[in-house]
């Protein structure tokens, strides 16, 4: 892909704005006008990769860019239907990145932050504009276009310089007391080091190369039912064609005990196959899950059930916690991937700086730590710590593990003229037993060793 010129950007940003002013204009109703609002964020993003073993390229990934992000939401007209605008604008702009650290692969046309050029070399920028249109009827809204999903089956990744997006419709209903409904299909995806629209894949089946395959109908629902102040209760479903169904169930918790607040989130997953990747053939034509297929399970079918809990116990600026994930089951734990390996979020306690601890079989033990150090007299300084220990890894040569370890350490200015300037350190290290792929059935890991440096401030422009 071939970079377009910053000055082009910059007037596709300006004709849409000058849409967007057109539309407030002529607006019939005044809660379209009035009840509009844009802000813009600037994000410094910068990261280095250290891949410490192995002699295959890359053996270090580096890259800085500045990111820009629009967000745009109008109010409703008036009436019994309420309809409405939404827009997001993103554009990144590389600061620094040679074509040594950028590094494509043949199953990934991008690098860490941004797309490639014809020379394999990063873009000197990319940038998409995505409205969404909405409409509102007493508490239920609906949306479609570029959507952002936070849920349980479908987690937009928000990890480098700019965010991942999809497209797609939106139902969310808040008419019950104390119950959320969503439900909602998902057509394409938007990476968030590029600027196309591909369609949806997982893990085993996906890539740039001629055996990949993908899908474009992801169908999901449930809901949140609060059944007090301090009792939430989930259950959501998700459904990729030709690849999975999956089953959500999940507990929020907080008790007040002794001094402090103890939280609990459990989760349960069961996701099994769907229609071409649940038969032997269309297996053997690529709708295929990553994993380890022992037993009687053909090779690549979805076959997962993912178990965890996470206690955290919160006193005087401290947050001390717990957790055990344990996968049952001959495959990987399936979510939803881009298609080419770009980056993805799967809801899982373990899914952390570098690794997700979603193998057939793994088993993961966590402890987490946190300090505000508003207790100190320092408001916006906040620490972070996790560790991570997994074994049972199901692979070909045998059971192995891996383990990570992750710090952050967050600066946001809390007051005067520069209130809301966030400063972010985070630095992780993942450690790995698996062999090389020819022995493991997976693709090899290596050990790894990262830094990222965020600079990020929202500016509120009405």
Same mark, same amino acid.
Not at 271 to 279: F, H, I, L
Not at 298 to 323: C, M, P, Q, W
Not at 343 to 359: E, M, R
């Given at each position: 892909m071939k970079s377009r010129n910053i000055t082009q950007s910059a007037l596709a940003v300006a004709?849409?704005?000058?849409?967007?002013?057109?539309?407030?204009?002529?607006?019939?109703?005044?809660?379209?006008?009035?009840?509009?609002?844009?802000?813009?964020?600037?994000?410094?993003?910068?990261?280095?990769?250290?891949?410490?073993?192995?002699?295959?390229?890359?053996?270090?990934?580096?890259?800085?860019?500045?990111?820009?992000?629009?967000?745009?939401?109008?109010?409703?007209?008036?009436?019994?239907?309420?309809?409405?605008?939404?827009a997001l604008g993103l554009l990144g702009v590389r600061l620094d990145s040679g074509k040594g650290t950028h590094y494509e692969s043949s199953s990934q046309q991008a690098g860490t932050v941004f797309p490639s050029d014809g020379d394999g070399r990063a873009v000197d920028e990319f940038s998409s504009l995505g409205p969404t249109l909405k409409a509102k009827v007493s508490k239920t809204e609906f949306r479609y276009g570029t959507l952002q999903p936070k849920l349980p089956v479908v987690v937009y990744n928000d990890g480098r310089l700019l965010p991942v997006t999809f497209e797609g419709g939106q139902v969310t209903s808040t008419d019950i007391k104390d119950l959320t409904l969503v439900g909602g299909q998902l057509e394409h995806t938007r990476g968030r080091n590029s600027t196309d629209w591909r369609s949806l894949s997982i893990g085993g089946a996906n890539g740039s190369t001629a055996s990949a395959r993908d899908s474009n109908k992801f169908y999901y629902a449930g809901g949140d039912y609060k059944v007090n102040k301090d009792l939430t209760l989930q259950y959501y479903y998700g459904q990729l064609t030709d690849f999975y169904q999956q089953h959500f169930l999940g507990l929020q918790h907080s008790w007040a005990i002794g001094p402090g607040v103890l939280k609990t989130d459990l989760r349960a997953f069961d996701?099994?196959?769907?229609?071409?990747?649940?038969?032997a053939a269309g !297996?053997? #034509? &690529?709708?295929? %899950?990553?994993? /380890?297929?022992?037993?009687? +399970?053909?090779? *690549?079918?979805?076959?997962?059930?993912?178990?965890?809990?996470?206690?955290?116990?919160?006193?005087?600026?401290?947050?001390?916690?717990?957790?055990?994930?344990?996968?049952?089951?001959?495959?990987?734990?399936?979510?939803?991937? !881009?298609? #080419? &390996?770009?980056? %993805?979020?799967? /809801?899982?306690?373990?899914? +952390?700086?570098? *690794?997700?601890?979603?193998?057939?079989?793994?088993?993961?033990?966590?402890?987490?730590?946190?300090?505000?150090?508003?207790?100190?007299?320092?408001?916006?300084?906040?620490?972070?710590?996790?560790?991570?220990?997994?074994?049972?890894?199901?692979?070909?040569?045998?059971?192995?593990?891996?383990?990570?370890?992750?710090?952050?350490?967050?600066?946001?200015?809390?007051?005067?003229?520069?209130?809301?300037?966030?400063?972010?350190?985070?630095?992780?290290?993942?450690?790995?037993?698996?062999?090389?792929?020819s022995k493991s059935g997976y693709a090899s890991q290596?050990?790894?060793?990262?830094?990222?440096?965020?600079v990020s401030y929202t500016l509120p422009l009405f």
């Open positions: 004709v849409a704005a000058s849409v967007f002013g057109v539309q407030l204009q002529t607006a019939s109703a005044s809660g379209f006008i009035e009840d509009s609002k844009a802000s813009l964020t600037l994000r410094n993003f910068y990261i280095n990769t250290d891949n410490r073993n192995g002699t295959a390229a890359p053996n270090k990934q580096e890259e800085w860019g500045q990111g820009f992000l629009l967000n745009y939401a109008s109010g409703y007209t008036a009436g019994t239907v309420g309809f409405g605008v939404d996701s099994t196959s769907d229609g071409k990747n649940g038969s !297996r053997a #034509d &690529g709708y295929v %899950s990553s994993g /380890y297929y022992g037993g009687n +399970v053909t090779k *690549g079918e979805v076959d997962n059930r993912a178990y965890s809990g996470l206690f955290t116990y919160n006193l005087a600026g401290h947050s001390i916690g717990a957790g055990y994930q344990v996968l049952n089951g001959d495959s990987d734990f399936p979510f939803l991937n !881009r298609g #080419d &390996g770009e980056g %993805s979020t799967a /809801y899982l306690i373990t899914d +952390v700086q570098i *690794g997700k601890f979603q193998h057939a079989g793994e088993r993961t033990w966590q402890a987490r730590y946190a300090y505000d150090f508003a207790q100190v007299g320092v408001p916006g300084l906040t620490f972070n710590a996790i560790y991570l220990n997994a074994d049972n890894i199901k692979t070909k040569g045998g059971d192995q593990g891996e383990w990570e370890r992750d710090f952050s350490l967050a600066y946001v200015i809390p007051d005067g003229t520069f209130k809301g300037l966030g400063f972010t350190w985070k630095n992780a290290a993942l450690r790995s037993d698996l062999p090389a792929a290596r050990d790894q060793d990262e830094n990222r440096l965020i």
